[in-house]
C-alpha cells in the first residue's frame, strides 16, 4: 500500500468504522510510524496532534480497536480501517464520536449480541433457553413470527406491525446463527441476485 505521506504534510486522515455494523466510529491521524506500528500490532494507534506522540487508541481505556481490513483511497491519501472495537470508541463512553440519532445498523450490532450468547451462553437469557430447544423450535418461532407479521401487516396497527416484523427478524437472525450462517453471507447472495 503507497500511502503518500509527502502530500498531507507527514500525517493522513484516517476514518475508523466498525467492520460489522459499518458505522463511522471516528477520525484520526496517522504518520508513517503510526501506520507501521497499526500494521505490525494489528492495533490501531495514531499521531497525537496535541500531544505531538504515537497514541494506541484504548491505551488507558482498554477499549482497544482491533484492525481487521485497511483501505486506501483513490488519492492514497486517506485510510479507511475497519476495526473491532474492545469497548466504547469515543473519550464520552459513547460508541462513536459522531453524535448521530441512532445506530442504523443496530441488526448487524444484535447480530453480534446473539453470536456472543452462544459463544459465552448466559444462564437465564432468551437466546440461551430458545438454543437449547433445539433448531426446530427455532425455525418453528421463525414460522410464528412470520405469520403474525402478516397478520399484522393486514388487519393491525402499525406498531403492531413494527413490533412483529421486530420479532421475525430477530428469531431469523437466531435461526442464522444456529445454521452458522450470517447477514453477511445473505447480503452476497442478494448482492448476486441484483446483477
Same mark, same amino acid.
Given at each position: 500500500?503507497?500511502?503518500?505521506?509527502?502530500?498531507? +504534510?507527514?500525517?493522513?486522515?484516517?476514518?475508523?468504522?466498525?467492520?460489522?455494523?459499518?458505522?463511522?466510529?471516528?477520525? @484520526?491521524?496517522? #504518520?508513517?510510524?503510526?501506520?507501521?506500528?497499526?500494521?505490525?500490532? #494489528?492495533?490501531?494507534?495514531?499521531?497525537?496532534?496535541?500531544? =505531538?506522540?504515537?497514541?494506541? $487508541? @484504548?491505551?488507558?481505556?482498554? =477499549?482497544?480497536?482491533?484492525?481487521?481490513?485497511?483501505?486506501?483511497?483513490?488519492?492514497?491519501?486517506?485510510?479507511?480501517? $475497519?476495526?473491532?472495537?474492545?469497548?466504547?470508541?469515543?473519550?464520552?463512553?459513547?460508541?462513536?464520536?459522531? %453524535?448521530?440519532?441512532? +445506530?442504523?445498523?443496530?441488526?448487524? *450490532?444484535?447480530?453480534?449480541?446473539?453470536?456472543?450468547?452462544?459463544?459465552?451462553?448466559?444462564?437465564?437469557?432468551?437466546? +440461551?433457553?430458545?438454543? $437449547? %430447544?433445539?433448531? #426446530?423450535?427455532?425455525?418453528? $418461532?421463525? @414460522?410464528? *413470527? @412470520?405469520? *403474525?407479521?402478516?397478520?399484522?401487516?393486514?388487519?393491525?396497527?402499525?406498531?403492531?406491525?413494527?413490533?412483529?416484523?421486530?420479532?421475525? &427478524?430477530?428469531?431469523?437472525? &437466531?435461526?442464522?446463527?444456529?445454521? #452458522?450462517? +450470517?447477514?453477511?453471507?445473505?447480503?452476497?447472495?442478494?448482492?448476486?441476485?441484483?446483477?
Amino acid at each position: 500500500m503507497e500511502i503518500d505521506f509527502d502530500k498531507t +504534510n507527514g500525517l493522513v486522515p484516517v476514518v475508523i468504522q466498525d467492520d460489522q455494523t459499518l458505522e463511522v466510529l471516528m477520525l @484520526g491521524y496517522m #504518520n508513517k510510524e503510526a501506520y507501521d506500528k497499526t500494521v505490525t500490532e #494489528n492495533i490501531v494507534t495514531f499521531y497525537s496532534r496535541s500531544k =505531538n506522540r504515537l497514541w494506541t $487508541k @484504548g491505551e488507558t481505556s482498554g =477499549n482497544f480497536l482491533h484492525v481487521k481490513n485497511i483501505h486506501i483511497d483513490c488519492d492514497n491519501d486517506t485510510l479507511l480501517i $475497519k476495526v473491532k472495537a474492545d469497548g466504547p470508541t469515543c473519550h464520552t463512553g459513547s460508541r462513536s464520536c459522531f %453524535k448521530t440519532e441512532f +445506530n442504523q445498523n443496530f441488526i448487524s *450490532e444484535l447480530e453480534n449480541i446473539i453470536d456472543d450468547r452462544y459463544t459465552n451462553p448466559q444462564e437465564g437469557s432468551y437466546i +440461551n433457553k430458545l438454543r $437449547k %430447544k433445539g433448531l #426446530n423450535k427455532i425455525a418453528q $418461532k421463525v @414460522g410464528e *413470527e @412470520g405469520v *403474525e407479521t402478516v397478520i399484522a401487516a393486514l388487519a393491525e396497527t402499525e406498531t403492531d406491525l413494527i413490533n412483529e416484523a421486530s420479532d421475525l &427478524v430477530f428469531h431469523l437472525l &437466531v435461526l442464522l446463527r444456529e445454521k #452458522n450462517l +450470517n447477514l453477511g453471507t445473505i447480503a452476497k447472495n442478494l448482492e448476486g441476485r441484483h446483477k
